[in-house]
Every structure is written in C-alpha cells, then in structure tokens.
C-alpha cells in the first residue's frame, strides 16, 4: 500500500501543481474576467461530461479489479463505453441550444461557441475519462498517474502554441487547447488499455442494462450533485457579480483544493482496493486501510490548514499577483476549512462505494448541494460577496461530513477525533504560532521568504509530531523500511 500510495501522491501533488500554473499563465496571456468566463464554461460543460453516461459503466468499475481475464473486462467495459459516447453527442446539442439561452446570464460577452466546438469537446472528454477509468479500476496506477499529469502539461503547451500562432487567448481557443490534451492523451494510451480490455462490438443485455441502471442511476446523481456542490457556487456569483469575481473565487478554490491531494490520492487506490477486499470480505485489511488513509489525511491537511492562514496571502501574491492575494485571501482561509470536512467526506464514500451504498451517497450530497444552492441564492440576494460562497461550502461540507460518518457507522467504526488528531491538531498550532511570532519579526514578500519559511513550519511540526510520539509518523516510517528492504 505505501508504494501504491507514494505513487499517487507524487502523481497527483504534480498533477496539482501543473493545473496551478495554468491560471497565472491563462490571466497573464488574456485577463482575469476571460478567466473567469473560462471557468464557467467548464463548469458547465462539467455537468455534460458527468449526465452523458447514464449511470451506466458502475459495473464496469465495481468489477473490474477483480476481473482476471481480457475477455471478462471487454465485456464489462465496452457495453457502457458505447452508450456514453452516444449520450455525448446527443447532450452536446441538447447543451449547445441551452448555452445559447442562459449565456447572457452566466457571461458578460458573447462567448461565440459553436455547436461543433461543444460536440468535439464532449466526445474527446468522454473517450479520456474513460481512459481514466479503465486504468483505475484495473489498478495500473502508475499509467493513471501519468494520464491525469500530461494532461494540464499537454494544456498549457496547446495554450502557448496557440498564442504564439493567433497572438491571443479567448474560451475557444482555450477549449481547443483542451481538445488538443485529451487527444494527445488518447493517443499515448490506447494501447495500453487495448492490452487491458481488449476490443469488442457489444451492447447491454437487458438483465445488465437493468442491473447497471438501478445501481448506477444513484451514482450519477452523486456525480452531479457533487459538480454543484463545488461549482454551483461559480454560477451564482457570474449572475450577481462581475466575471473577475468567479476568478478571484476560482483561485481561492483552487488552492484551498490542495488539501485535498491525500484525499484525492486515496480515492484513486484506495477506492478499487476496499472493493476487492470487500468481495473478498477482507474486514481486518479493509480496516487496516481506512484507518490509515485517514491518519495520512490528518497529518497532511491539519497542517495546510494552518499553513494557509500564515503563508496564503504571501503564496497568492508571489504565485498569482497582489490583486489576486487581496480579493482571493480571506476567501482562501474561509474554504480551507471547508476542504478539510470535504476530504474527509471523499475518504467515507471510497467506503461507501465498496459496499454499494449509492442511494445514501446521493441523499446525503443532495442534502448539502441543496443548502449550498439556497444559501448562495437567498442571501446573494442581499450580500454580494465571495465570501458568502466561501461560508456556505464550508457549512454544506460539514452537513455532508457528518451525516455520512453517521450513516458509515452503523457498518463501521470510523474514529476520526481521536488522540492522533489531537497530537497533530496540537502539532500544527504550535507551528502556526512560533511561525507567527517570527513572521510579525521579519516580513518579506519574496519567493525566498516563502520557501524559508515553509520548510521551517515543516520542521517545526515534524519536531513536534516527534515529541508527542505520533503513531502515524511511527507507521509511516515502518512502511517506508519494509519497503526499502
């Protein structure tokens, strides 16, 4: 688990790190209100990409790690693969028609995008997810890795191309640039996945079909519920609010998700795992499992917590530029918060998944995507502000967490608050508050400065981690010898 695990972190940390360069990169080439549009429009083109399969493919995925043959995953596969591309293409009219309706609501220009445009990019999306997918569920984690990091890399490199060809960047040639990563993407990993699943003409029986959709069916509502959730937010600012405002949001969003890496890291290897030692009823490892990716998320994102309200304004301004650090900071500290009740969140429904607890997974989502939604709308109506984004992700977050540890406990005993909480709880103030006093001392906004002062919270925490014994420390540094030897 520790290499698996290592694996992922490392893919998804550069991964991360790739898709943040891409926003001073993308505001420096247009501007921030193109940015800003920018983002709405993947946002909704977001909820097309998760609508078109149906439900279907849950199967697929649910099987798949434990399937041993080509022929098996070709069957399993192949029959949902058809069915999404085909709900694609029928979506990518149906949403064309509706952009051409609501655009002077969400955009402050006239965004020009073609039908065409929508339908290639839909279609390139799909067959890239799929991708992902199968690499997943079948476990080729260093390929997943790779294929969720070239893509940004490929991104920016379609988005410099561009503009040394047309001297500017707008939606469509960012989208182009979009369709360019996805392909290249495709084309790097189609062999691979043929080697997998092989290559089959097959549609759904209708025992199957019946089966995928009534299992299925649930998911995909988790699925959209989950894009309003973290993208609702983006929408009903660009109709109160100026474009420039979604990106200042954006950015805050953006970097508050850097709390989630050990989160996103283990619903990538944890998620096929629980459900291969689930049909293998493997209760002691499924333990074992959970109880260390939560301890790992602990150590990780209690610390960028802290981290975030001493060093996020200074990061912004380096990273971004000062107009961005002042309007995106406070909402940065406000949606970190936030983040750390969502991974947790991410962690409980890897669980939830194995056991094929989708319908609880869609009510509990459906419940905080629409507190999220009322808030924003009630009281955008009165405040205009980011920050009333930022407070009611924070408070759907919690609801969302608490209910699903609620629901996870009748089935297992999750402890979250814990004395290891509590040790790397107290860990991290320490180093936030010896960090303080020696920032108040010397402030300096350069990039020298950051680093310095990053790698002394580091050692700070980890010193202090040391001395109140932490287990998982201990349990880290166990995994990492019996891996080496």
């Known amino acids: 688990m520790f290499k698996r695990y290592s694996i992922s972190f490392l893919g998804y940390g550069l991964t991360y790190i790739a898709n943040l360069i891409c926003i001073p990169l993308i505001i420096s080439l247009s501007s921030t209100s193109n940015y800003g549009e920018y983002v709405i429009f993947i946002s909704y083109m977001g909820i097309l990409t998760a609508i078109a399969p149906l439900g279907l493919g849950f199967r697929s995925k649910r099987d798949m790690p434990s399937s041993l043959s080509k022929k098996n995953r070709g069957e399993i596969f192949y029959p949902q693969f058809y069915t999404n591309i085909l709900f694609a293409i029928i979506l990518g009219y149906i949403f064309s028609f509706l952009l051409s309706v609501i655009q002077s609501y969400l955009f402050n220009t006239n965004i020009?995008?073609?039908?065409?445009?929508?339908?290639?990019?839909?279609?390139?999306?799909?067959?890239?997810?799929?991708?992902?997918f199968i690499l997943k569920f079948s476990e080729r984690i260093i390929s997943y890795n790779l294929l969720g990091f070239f893509n940004p890399v490929f991104f920016l490199l379609g988005v410099i191309a561009i503009f040394n060809v047309d001297g500017s960047i707008s939606i469509k040639t960012l989208i182009l640039a979009q369709i360019f990563s996805c392909l290249l993407n495709i084309i790097i990993f189609s062999y691979k996945c043929f080697r997998i699943v092989g290559f089959r003409i097959i549609t759904y029986s209708k025992k199957d079909l019946r089966w995928d959709l009534k299992m299925g069916l649930p998911l995909l509502l988790v699925v959209i519920v989950e894009i309003l959730i973290t993208s609702s937010d983006r929408f009903v600012i660009s109709i109160f609010m100026a474009s420039s405002e979604v990106a200042y949001y954006t950015v805050a969003y953006t970097v508050a998700s850097l709390i989630l890496i050990s989160a996103k890291i283990f619903s990538i290897s944890l998620e096929p795992r629980l459900m291969l030692l689930v049909d293998q009823k493997a209760y002691s490892e499924i333990s074992e499992s959970m109880d260390f990716a939560i301890s790992i998320f602990l150590l990780i994102s209690l610390p960028m917590v802290a981290g975030a309200f001493l060093l996020g304004e200074l990061a912004l301004t380096i990273f971004i530029n000062p107009e961005f650090a002042t309007h995106s900071h406070s909402a940065l500290n406000i949606l970190i918060i936030g983040m750390f009740f969502y991974g947790l969140s991410i962690?409980?429904?890897?669980?939830?998944?194995?056991?094929?607890?989708?319908?609880?997974?869609?009510?509990?989502?459906?419940?905080?995507?629409?507190?999220?939604?009322?808030?924003?709308?009630?009281?955008?109506?009165?405040?205009?502000?980011?920050?009333?984004?930022?407070?009611?992700?924070?408070?759907?977050?919690?609801?969302?967490?608490?209910?699903?540890?609620?629901?996870?406990?009748?089935?297992?005993?999750?402890?979250?608050?814990?004395?290891?909480?509590?040790?790397?709880?107290?860990?991290?103030?320490?180093?936030?508050?010896?960090?303080?006093?020696?920032?108040?001392?010397?402030?300096?906004?350069n990039i020298h400065a950051l680093i310095v002062n990053v790698i002394s919270f580091i050692i700070i925490y980890l010193i202090c981690l040391k001395l109140f014994k932490s287990f998982t420390i201990k349990t880290i540094y166990n995994e990492f010898i019996k891996y080496t030897n």
Request: net charge positive; hydrophobic share 60%; charged share 10%.
């Open 347 to 445: 962690l409980i429904i890897c669980l939830m998944m194995a056991l094929t607890k989708t319908k609880n997974i869609l009510l509990i989502n459906a419940l905080g995507a629409l507190l999220n939604i009322a808030l924003n709308i009630i009281i955008f109506n009165f405040v205009q502000n980011i920050l009333v984004a930022a407070f009611t992700s924070v408070l759907s977050f919690m609801i969302m967490m608490l209910l699903l540890k609620i629901h996870i406990d009748k089935f297992y005993n999750l402890v979250i608050f814990n004395k290891e909480f509590y040790k790397i709880f107290i860990s991290s103030t320490i180093a936030y508050c010896f960090m303080k006093y020696l920032l108040i001392l010397n402030i300096q906004n």
């Open 112 to 132: 020009n995008i073609s039908t065409s445009l929508i339908i290639t990019y839909s279609i390139v999306y799909t067959i890239y997810s799929q991708i992902g």
